[in-house]
């Protein structure tokens, strides 16, 4: 039986839309996969500009969001390093 990666796409784009940020873990347990197909799907999402990836990571794994998720970020910032936390505060203040 062939997968339809279209459909997996689309569904880890809209799963992405309504929950993100989230980690790859959370879209392979939605989508019923492991976490490396999850990945690549992620990465696709990426290069076609989809989703967006952060430079914050929490247990080793960065987050993914869409543009209308950029605002839910800053619930974040607690996984910041200490000098990044207290920029992030100050932007955020500003």
């Known amino acids: 039986m062939a997968v339809d990666l279209s459909d997996k796409r689309e569904k880890v784009l809209e799963i992405a839309k309504f929950k993100g940020p989230l980690l790859p873990v959370q879209i392979a347990k939605d989508i019923g996969t492991n976490i490396m197909f999850a990945g690549a799907l992620l990465s696709e999402l990426i ?27 800053q619930d974040f910032i607690k996984h910041l390093n200490e000098k990044d936390q207290q920029t992030a505060l100050l932007l955020k203040e500003k």
């Open 47 to 73: 290069s076609n500009g989809k989703v967006k990836i952060t430079s914050v990571k929490i247990g080793g794994s960065p987050l993914y969001y869409t543009d209308n998720q950029i605002e839910k970020l």
